[in-house]
C-alpha cells in the first residue's frame, strides 16, 4: 500500500508540473465531507480531473475542503475544519445558490456545481481559463524553515488576498460510522489549512512563512478577491521535494 501511495502522489505531481508550463491555472475546490454519502463519487471525479488534467489549455490545481457541518451526524471527518465551513458560506453569500451543500465545486471561485457531474465540471473550467486573471509564483527558499517566496500580479485596481493552502496529497481512509459505514474512502489534495499571508490592490510579492507545513506535502498560494470572490491566479509548490 505504501508503495501504491508513493506512486499516486510522483504521477499526480509529475502531471502537474508537466501541465504547469504550458496551460492557464485554475482553482477547482471540491467542499466535501466523509460523513456525506454523496460525496465519495464527487471525491472520485475531482481525483481523476486533477490526475487525468483533461481540459486542453487549463492546469487544473485541485483543492477538497471538508466541512464540519456532518460531524455530528454519526461520523467525526479528521480532516474537517470550521474554517473550510466558512469559506464555503462565503462563497453561498456571491454565487447564485445562495446557501452551503455537499458535494460543491467551486470553480475559479466564480462557477459551482454539484461536484460529481464531470462534464458540467469541465466546462466550468474551460470558462474559468478564459477569465481575466492575474499570474502567481512561489517557490521555497533554502534557509532551514518552511518559507515561500511569492510573487503575484493581477488586474489593477482589485483588492485581493494572497492565501495559501497547505495539502496533503493523499489518503486513504475507512469509515467506521454514519452514512459511509464501512466504506473505504480515498481522497486527493486534502485542506489542512487555507491562510492568508499578505494583501494588495493589483501586486503582492514578498516572503511568507508557512506555519504547520511539517503536516503537508504541497503549498497551492492563490490570490483571492475578498469574502469568496473570483480567483485570479494560483500555483502550486511541492514542500518536501
Not at 472520485?44 to 492546469?59: E, I, N, S
Amino acid at each position: 500500500m505504501k508503495a501504491l501511495l508513493i506512486a499516486l502522489a510522483t504521477s499526480l505531481g509529475a502531471a502537474a508540473g508537466a501541465a504547469e508550463t504550458s496551460r492557464v491555472p485554475v482553482l477547482v475546490e471540491l467542499f466535501t465531507s466523509e460523513g456525506c454519502s454523496s460525496c465519495p463519487p464527487a471525491d472520485a471525479a475531482l481525483m481523476r480531473l486533477f490526475r487525468d488534467q483533461p481540459v486542453p489549455g487549463a492546469w487544473i490545481v485541485a483543492l477538497s475542503e471538508h466541512v464540519d457541518y456532518w460531524d455530528d451526524l454519526g461520523w467525526r471527518d479528521p480532516f474537517s475544519s470550521p474554517s473550510f465551513t466558512q469559506r464555503q458560506e462565503a462563497y453561498a453569500r456571491r454565487l447564485p445558490s445562495g446557501n452551503v451543500y455537499t458535494p460543491q465545486l467551486v470553480v475559479g471561485g466564480a462557477f459551482h456545481l454539484v461536484g460529481s457531474k464531470e462534464d458540467a465540471a469541465r466546462a466550468a473550467i474551460v470558462a474559468a481559463a478564459t477569465e481575466p486573471g492575474g499570474e502567481v509564483s512561489a517557490r521555497k527558499v533554502q534557509d532551514g524553515e518552511a518559507v515561500l517566496l511569492v510573487t503575484a500580479r493581477w488586474p489593477a485596481g482589485i483588492h485581493a488576498e494572497v492565501l495559501v493552502a497547505l495539502v496533503r496529497d493523499h489518503a486513504i481512509r475507512r469509515v467506521e460510522r454514519g452514512e459511509n459505514a464501512g466504506r473505504t474512502l480515498e481522497h486527493v489534495a486534502i485542506a489542512r489549512a487555507v491562510y492568508s499571508v499578505g494583501s494588495g490592490t493589483g501586486a503582492f510579492a514578498g516572503q511568507v512563512k508557512l506555519p504547520g507545513a511539517q503536516e503537508a506535502d504541497r503549498a497551492i498560494v492563490f490570490v483571492q478577491e475578498r469574502d469568496g470572490g473570483r480567483i485570479h491566479g494560483v500555483t502550486s509548490v511541492e514542500l518536501h521535494r
